[in-house]
């Protein structure tokens, strides 16, 4: 581990939660574990390769509230409440050396959780503006999005997307037919803003990876708290150092470790019951 650091939280890999769901579902009988994903089919859990998950169930905290990831993301979400609670709303970015570190996820499943358990009003941006990936968790899409709202051809109630009754609106990249340069949007962002915050208590947004993108050295000029994603056992040190350097993070980093293997969170996970009163664990992982 990097000096410095402080982990916010370790969510675990979630592809061996969902097979050990997948596995009780075929071999145990009663209440099917599948009727807690009532919009996910069951088959299309595991993609065709079964390394990789159906988008949206990377909203664990949705699907399996009750999982130790879930748990995870509410641990991430309260630390972040209580350490700006002085503010009257947050600007939250995370972002990750790497590509497909597991951003986007982190940013779903913590602007959800803030939402759902934490009570918080929460706006999730798509600044990705190569790789736009939050309307795979959108159910009700807005017909508008950033760019349309940013060329001032929309009003903001407009172009605010839904995830569930949950309290979290999601701002789409959206269309655009003048300026694409992704510099002078966010320089733009950075003057709307301030607007955007009288109407949320928390603002996340979803940033391209640090290393092979530009934006990111711009979009790190916005935001109150900056949250690097570090897939565990995957992404080298050294990269993550060359992440850092680029972000000028010389005080205590903010890090969630992503995608943890089974063997390697801590044993005392395990003990607590994943379940409320008598309701039956289909969360956990086995170990
Ligand atoms: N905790 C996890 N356990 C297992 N798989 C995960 C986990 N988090 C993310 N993934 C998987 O990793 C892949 C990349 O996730 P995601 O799209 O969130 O990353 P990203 O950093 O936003 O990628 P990109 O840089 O392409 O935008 C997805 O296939 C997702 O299902
Ligand atoms: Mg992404």
Redesign the pocket.
């Known amino acids: 581990m990097l000096p410095g650091i402080r982990v916010l939280a370790a ?5 061996s939660m969902y097979h050990q769901l997948n596995y009780q579902s075929r071999h145990s009988s009663g209440e099917e574990p599948q009727a807690q994903l009532p919009a996910v089919r069951y088959r299309t859990w595991l993609g065709e390769n079964e390394d ?2 159906a ?1 949206q ?2 909203l664990v905290a949705k699907w399996q509230p009750l999982s130790i ?1 879930a748990e995870q993301y509410r641990m991430a979400a309260t630390r972040l409440v209580l350490s700006n609670e002085g503010r009257e709303s947050t600007v939250l970015e995370i972002t ?1 050396a ?10 779903v499943n913590i602007g959800y959780t803030l939402a759902r358990d934490l009570g918080k009003k929460t706006l999730l941006i798509d600044c ?1 503006f190569r ?1 736009p ?1 939050l309307h795979k968790y959108v159910n009700v899409p807005a017909e508008a999005g950033l760019f349309e709202l940013l060329d001032g051809k929309t009003r903001l109630q407009d172009c605010l997307s839904t995830i569930d009754e949950v309290a979290c609106s999601v701002l789409l990249v959206g269309k655009s037919d003048g300026d694409i340069s992704e510099l002078n949007r966010i320089q733009q962002l950075k003057g709307f803003l301030p607007q955007l915050q009288q109407h949320f208590d928390f603002i996340i947004i ?1 940033t ?2 640090v290393l092979p993108s530009a934006t990111m050295g711009i979009l790190a000029s916005l935001e109150h708290v900056l949250i690097v ?1 570090i897939r565990a056992g995957a992404t080298p040190k050294h990269v993550v150092q060359q992440a850092f350097t680029m972000l000028g993070l010389t005080a205590e980093a903010q890090v969630i470790l ?3 293997e089974a063997q390697s969170m801590p044993a005392y996970m395990y003990g607590y019951p994943m379940t409320y009163g008598r309701e039956r664990t289909v969360g956990t992982i086995a170990r």
């Open positions: 969510i675990p890999n979630f592809v990789q998950l988008p169930l990377n990831a990750s790497l590509k497909g570190e597991g951003k986007t996820t982190t940013v990705d790789c990936a979803n391209p990876p994603v992503n995608a943890v």
